[in-house]
C-alpha cells in the first residue's frame, strides 16, 4: 500500500491496482493474453450465472436466499424497463438485465480484498457503452426507418431554432457513449484510488485511527456507488431505448 522513499518519506501509488497483467507471467499483453482483467470478468459471469441460473432453479414456494435476490435483482430491472421504456421495450429485458447484472458484480467484486475492479478500466465501460450505442440505434431505424432522424427535429421548438437545435442534439445523441462509458469507468477508479490513498495512511502511527475511520467510511460509500453506478449505467439504457423506440419530441 505505501513504501518508504529515499528521502525518508512515504510514497503511496493508488493507480498500482488498474494495472493490466497477464495471468501466466510474462510483461506483454497481447489481444489473446489472458489477464486479470479477463480473469475478474470470468468471476463475475461466473457468479451471475450462480445466482440467477442455480440459484433460482428451484423455483421454491418460500424462496432460499440465493432465490430471494435473483428475483429482486429481476423484478428491479422489469419494473425499471417497463416504467421508462415503455411495454415495447420489454422484449429487450434479457440485454438490459445482463447489462445491470454485470455491472453490479463487477462494481462489487471489485471491493473484495486483491480483486481486479474491471469496471475502473474505460477499455471495459466503453465497449458496454458502445454496444448500447450501436444497439438502439439499430433499432431505432429498423423500427422506424427515417422517422427516427425525428429524434433530432424538435418540433416544439419555433422553426428558425430547430436547425440549431438539431445540431445541439446530433452532438448530444453522439456524445452518449462517451458521457456513458466515462461515468461508470471515473467514478470507479475515483473511489478505489481514494481508498488506496487512506489504506497508505494506515501505516502511519500518527494518522492511523483517523484514516482508518475514513476508510471505513469510503469503503461503505463505495458500495453504495456500486449500486448507484450500475443503475445510473441502466436507467440511461432504458432512456436511450425509449428514445429509439419512440423518436418524436
Not at 18 to 30: A, S, Y
Not at 59 to 64: E, F, M, N, S, V
Not at 116 to 135: D, E, G, K, P, R
Request: charged share 10%; hydrophobic share 55%; aromatic share 12%.
Amino acid at each position: 500500500m505505501a513504501e518508504e522513499a529515499h528521502g525518508g518519506g512515504i510514497q503511496i501509488h493508488p493507480m498500482d491496482q488498474f494495472v493490466v497483467k497477464p495471468l501466466f507471467g510474462g510483461d506483454t499483453v497481447h489481444w489473446y493474453t489472458p489477464t486479470n482483467v479477463t480473469l475478474w470478468m470470468a468471476i463475475t459471469v461466473l457468479v451471475i450465472t450462480l445466482l440467477l441460473v442455480v440459484g433460482s432453479r428451484g423455483r421454491a414456494i418460500i424462496p432460499t436466499r440465493g432465490q430471494s435476490l435473483a428475483e429482486l435483482a429481476y423484478g428491479f430491472v422489469y419494473k425499471m424497463v417497463e416504467d421508462v421504456a415503455g411495454r415495447d421495450g420489454l422484449k429487450y429485458f434479457p440485454y438490459i438485465l445482463t447489462l445491470f447484472m454485470f455491472i453490479v458484480f463487477s462494481n462489487l467484486l471489485g471491493l473484495l480484498p486483491m480483486a481486479f475492479t474491471t469496471t475502473s478500466h474505460i477499455a471495459v465501460t466503453a465497449v458496454l457503452a458502445l454496444a448500447v450505442f450501436v444497439t438502439v440505434t439499430a433499432i431505432g431505424f429498423i423500427k422506424n426507418g427515417p422517422k427516427f432522424l425525428e429524434l433530432f427535429w424538435v418540433k416544439s421548438a419555433p422553426l428558425p431554432l430547430r436547425p440549431v437545435l438539431a445540431v445541439i442534439e446530433i452532438i448530444s445523441y453522439f456524445v452518449r457513449p462517451v458521457s456513458h462509458s466515462i461515468r461508470l469507468g471515473g467514478n470507479m477508479m475515483a473511489g478505489h484510488a481514494v481508498m488506496k490513498v487512506f489504506a497508505g495512511f494506515a501505516g502511519v502511527a500518527v494518522v492511523a485511527p483517523f484514516s482508518i475511520l475514513a476508510l471505513v467510511a469510503m469503503y461503505g460509500l463505495e458500495l453504495l456507488v456500486a449500486v448507484v453506478q450500475a443503475y445510473v449505467f441502466t436507467i440511461l439504457t432504458c432512456v436511450y431505448l425509449r428514445d429509439a423506440l419512440h423518436p418524436s419530441h
